[in-house]
């Protein structure tokens, strides 16, 4: 991707170009963002709160698929099985061996660090379109695992979870949980940003970039290969944690292929290899569907409505939405939403005279 | 052990095998020739049974009709499809090309659902079902037609890469694009006509199976199955696709006797290939007949 800094860049020490934040505008807009969001329930009903935790759990899994598919080169089409391990380790901690949820949430996303190493084995060795078989396998062997398992996930009745709570304060409402998730957000991104800074994350960059020239300058491909899958199940483990712990009941059907297959769109259409492009993704996948509705709804009850049955098959009009959103944006707008901002701020930086 | 439902039970699983060697084989020449790794395959066979259960419902077509009908349809779908979606993404990475065949499989899927309905439908009687009886085992007329149909587009395959012009060509770009173009050949109609091809012989094999079966979105879950036999295979080998078909329709169903008689997991006949798959790529990456790809600085 050509860098799209435009002139007047005048960074001139290693420490400036390191920096997450290039101007101090971005600092403060982020700021007002989060502050934006945590003021969110005194204007926003308890439908489109629960919109924005979506956004925030779904968003936390995408940023770990963005780091194994968008920085370190390799694929997955079983993330929604890891995500769904999160959300079973977390149940199951809690109600077995009677962990705070607090404690619950970062131990699942271990857990899931954990059996993600397992199936990440086959990616030291593996790259490209095998990968992408391999981890096709997981998905369909970690289903089973959760449709068979009666003591871990309660079978296909299902495991009820309980809330958050913390020193009394208990995170059983949209308007509250928004909070754990936000601050769940900001540590998992924040910890992010930080770890491309570092020489693992140059690391697995370079992986992406030339493996063979990576490894010609010593970096373990191995290792990074299978850190990198650790990394994205732990994500994914979180985010399913977070889950768990919002709808408070979680069903082993929950976590098939189409949501893999959703959480690889939220990672394309936000932007490969972009931090907060994977959020962008996810808000995107979050309300797509949305917008179907909302275009359904309007033309409910009228010829096009009863000729095309459109109320009742609302869920494949969201499916096909999905499919072909990754399809469009992946012929129009291969770099994501990222790069489409990114262009609006160069133009608006460089008005009038931006040739 | 129970010997003769063992017989049974393989009897099965290689019928079963060869369609799957089929849909194998139709995956492997999209992979050979433009190297894209079609996750879209099983997707061919449902719409492609669909169309032809529509024409023979809805428009009362005789068989052979229908059947033609959907033969030249699935022509111009493969074509549609390769120009539309996947000749603007030649030389974008690996990632891009599988999720945009993801893309298509989602799609098609949810619109086979959307225009036709969630529930498996019959096709109208075609064939008079009898058994007959083979070596002792009773198998159904429509079994081993399906058999004989898999058999007849394996030597259909075979005939038109060793002998016809057009075969010729696509083995040529399927080695080297740039010298198969200083040659002569077009590379975008060899792209354009495997994708055709693949689209034609897997509507084929959905139809099979529609008789067989009932159509339903259950016969995109083949696409799927593909994916153990190719790797077990190895994947731009069409030999090791037919093999690889055969072995998982035998190891699925040998799965599924092990299963009832002993292990009592459940769901092994689904699941199983799965396993053998990750085994198979921890142990043997490029396959039974795969090229090994050796990389050099």
Known sequence: MPSLAPAGDYRSSYREDMTIFLTRNSRIGLLIGIVLVACAPLALGRYELGLLINIGFLGIAALGLNILVGFTGQISIGHAAFFGFGAFMSAWLHERWHIPVVFCIPLAGIATALIGLVFGAPAARLKGLYLAIATLAAQFILEDFFARAQWFTGGVAGRITEPFELFGWRADREESYLYVVLAAVIVMYAFAANLMRTRDGRALVAVRDHYLSAEVMGVNLAYYRTLSFGIASFYAGVGGALYAHYLLFVSVEAFNILFSIQFLGMVIIGGLGSIMGSLMGAAFMVLLPEVVQVGADALAGGAIDRALKLGSSISFLREMAVGLAIILFLIFEPNGIVHRWQLIKAYWKLYPYSH | ????????????????????????????????????????????????????????????????????????????????????????????????????????????????????????????????????????????????????????????????????????????????????????????????????????????????VGVVNGVSSALSFYGIKVFPAVILGGLDSVVGAVLGGLIVGVLENWAQYLDANWLNWGNMYSIAPFYALILILLVKPYGLFGTKNIERV
């Open chain 2, 1 to 208: 052990m129970d010997w003769s439902l063992l017989l049974q039970l393989t009897l099965n699983g290689l019928i079963v095998g060869a369609l799957y060697g089929v849909v194998a084989m139709s995956f492997v020449l999209i992979y050979k020739a433009s190297q894209v790794v079609n996750f879209a395959q099983g997707e061919f066979l449902l719409v492609g049974a669909w169309v032809c259960w529509w024409m023979l419902t809805e428009w009362q077509l005789p068989f052979w009709a229908g059947f033609l009908f959907t033969l030249a349809f699935m022509t111009l779908f493969g074509i549609i499809l390769q120009v539309v979606v996947l000749r603007p993404l030649i030389g974008e990475p690996v990632i891009s090309v599988i999720m945009a065949t993801i893309g298509l499989g989602i799609f098609f899927q949810a619109l086979m659902k959307w225009i036709f309905g969630v529930f498996a439908k019959p096709f109208p009687p075609i064939f008079t079902t009898e058994r007959i009886n083979l070596l002792g085992l009773e198998v159904q007329t429509v079994y081993l037609l399906s058999l004989g149909i898999s058999v007849l587009i394996m030597a259909g395959f075979a005939w038109f890469f060793t002998a016809s012009k057009h075969g010729l060509a696509m083995r040529a770009t399927a080695f080297d694009q740039q010298v198969a173009q200083s040659l002569g050949v077009s590379v975008p109609k060899v792209f354009a006509m495997s994708w055709a091809i693949s689209a034609v012989v897997s509507a084929v094999a959905g139809v099979v």
